[in-house]
C-alpha cells in the first residue's frame, strides 16, 4: 500500500518530566544561569515551587535569576509584558503557559528583541500540543 504522509504519536508528559529533561539539557550546555516566566495559567506555582526543588536538591550551580509571573489579560497590547520580559536578565527562559499564551508571549517577546540569536526559551505546558500555527520565532 502507498504511504500518505505520517502519522505522530503524541503522548502527554507531565510537567515534572518535561522539566527534567530540561534541566538534563541545560546540564549538557552548560546552560546553569535560567529564568522562569509564567502566566497565570493553573499550576503555575506548582511550576515555580518544582524548578526550585530540582535547582534545589542538584550538586550543579544553578544560577536561579528569579521568576516573572505575566498576566496576559490586563495587557492586551502587551506594553507591560514586553517591560516586564525585558528585565529578565537570563538569556535561557523557561516559560510555563498555555499554547494560546505562548503565541503572546513570543509576539511580545520578538517586539521587544528577545527571540533572536542568543535566546533560549523552553516552553513546558500540558496542552501545548499540535504543529499548526505555529509561533513565527
Do not use: M
Request: proline share 4%; aromatic share 10%; with cysteine.
Amino acid at each position: 500500500p502507498q504511504e500518505k504522509g505520517s502519522t505522530f504519536l503524541q503522548l502527554g508528559s507531565s510537567t515534572e518530566q518535561q522539566l527534567q529533561v530540561i534541566f538534563e539539557l541545560l546540564e549538557e550546555y552548560d546552560w546553569t544561569a535560567f529564568a522562569v516566566v509564567t502566566t497565570l495559567l493553573p499550576g503555575y506555582e506548582d511550576f515555580v515551587d518544582y524548578v526550585e526543588v530540582l535547582t534545589d536538591s542538584s550538586f550543579i550551580g544553578w544560577e536561579h535569576r528569579g521568576v516573572v509571573t505575566l498576566n496576559l489579560t490586563d495587557d492586551p497590547e502587551g506594553a507591560r509584558t514586553r517591560r516586564q520580559l525585558r528585565e529578565v536578565s537570563a538569556q535561557i527562559r523557561l516559560l510555563y503557559c498555555s499554547r494560546d499564551e505562548a503565541e503572546a508571549v513570543f509576539r511580545a517577546a520578538r517586539d521587544a528583541g528577545l527571540t533572536g540569536p542568543g535566546y533560549v526559551w523552553f516552553v513546558v505546558g500540558t496542552n501545548l500540543g499540535g504543529s499548526e500555527n505555529l509561533p513565527e520565532h
